[in-house]
């Protein structure tokens, strides 16, 4: 089991750890061995080289990414701010390194954070469970781990729960004691803690979350940009348009703001680069760590889905030898060769994507002046429960099949409709409609059961509350359902309102 599971890591890794934001630095740069995306909410600032916020920046005329393509048209010099993105939450500066493990930052009374109580270990012997770590790590310098996402995957159901760990989550680390939780792996390197880094990494999520580690990974962002390049690019369902500050070239300096310019990706299906999919997992100049952490886990499905959908596993070898110098963990080729024809089990609806995020946390500020998030135990609990439970309606839904069918002229909306049901549990497919003047979205049921909750259920899940149900038993169809797409129907979405 535990060598099944790993075939399934190899794609994670390549999603989740090359899909990381980390401070850009410019092309060419070497000197940090592991730069990796940061998948979960953080209201400190992450420094980086530059920040071209002034509206008066002189600048050439922007780009925007066609529906189609990421290749960049040219469009008026406005700043558009993406739909989705949300305002940063308010910052504290940037705490030096004895900040970090500040000696007086005592919590207020009211907050009951001294020698927290170790939970009970919420995942059982059915899966196996990774720890996937990004580090902003520089030669002669202190540095912490911002990057921290678990992987539980269940072999022989083939189903994966991602959970994002915000960097600055307040949390008890084992020797040290109340502290932000990146600067957990350095503080095991620099005291020899049994294990060093990954190894106190493990016995803190242990202890706080209840989740036992089993094995640990980490990449540099170079190293995705080679992945994604051997996989020939991914097709990326971008739902809400994405706009950003991004270097004209990857290979010019990141210090001069002349270099930078607003870019725009979306509504549509995007076929992205390594380049423009790194650029799309980390930047948040213009949102923040809550919406990086959407578009981490867009860029993540996006390379399964690609995974699944070409030869990538007659790729092992290369993509082998690309992780070999990127990617520091314990999985061995052998491995993966043996088990790639396990990869039959998982389809587009395996991923359930979970964020530590409000309102599991709480903002904080302690009084040494860093600011944290402070857990909220009940409610990050029964998150946790839920995203390491395999619920019986999980694999229900994972056994319906909807056929999605665009009935408008808008395009690619069959595409992002397909990937929302992915998030929400459903297996899709798509296939061209009969006409394109559909006012209303319409709902066919194919089921002999005419199950009416089952059919709200996946109208509630695309916000078409008002949606037609037309009735057509049919035990012969080979999907459960057909969802013809109306112009009513409204792409955006946030995943994290989604049920699984």
Sequence with gaps: MKLFSR??????????????????????????????????????????????LNATLTQPALFVASEHTATPQQILPTETPSPTATAPAEVSP?????????????????????????????????????????????????????????????????????ISIPRDLWIYIPTVGMQRINTAYQSGEITGYLGGGPGILKDTISYNLGIRIDHTAMVEFDGFRRIVDTLGGIDLPVACAYTDWRLIDPTYDPENENNWWLYTVGPGQIHMDGDLALWYARSRSKSNDFDRGRRQQEVLRAIFSKALQSNTFGKIPQLYNDFSSTILTDLGLGDLLSLAPYAANFTNANIRGYYIRPPYVSAWTTPGGAAVLLPNDEALKQMLIEATTLSQSAVERKAIKIE??????????????????????????????????????????????????????????????????????DANSPVQYRLILGYDYQPCFQPQDLSH
């Design 404 to 473: 999605v069918q665009n009935g408008t002229n808008i395009a690619s909306l069959d595409s992002l409709t397909a990937a929302r049901l992915n998030y929400a549990g459903y297996q899709t497919s798509t296939s061209a409609a009969d006409r394109y003047d559909y006012s209303n979205s319409v709902l066919v049921d194919f089921t002999p059961a005419q199950d009416s909750a089952q059919q709200q259920a996946i109208v509630a899940n695309l916000g078409l509350y008002q949606a037609n149900i037309l009735s057509l038993p």
């Design 7 to 52: 075939i399934i890591c190899i794609v994670l890794l390549t999603g989740i750890l090359v899909a990381c934001g980390a401070p850009q630095t410019s092309a060419g740069d070497v000197s940090a061995p592991f730069i990796l995306i940061t998948s979960a909410p953080n209201p400190s600032p992450t420094p980086t080289p530059f920040q071209p």
């Design 94 to 162: 940037t705490a030096d390194f004895n900040q970090l493990f500040p000696t007086s930052a005592a919590p207020p009374a009211e907050v009951p954070l001294v020698n927290p109580t170790i939970q009970p270990l919420l995942t059982t012997d059915d899966t196996i469970n990774f720890l996937l770590i990004g580090s902003d790590k520089r030669p002669g310098s202190s540095y912490r781990t911002d990057t921290l996402v678990i992987a539980i995957v269940w072999p022989t159901a083939g189903q994966v729960s991602l």
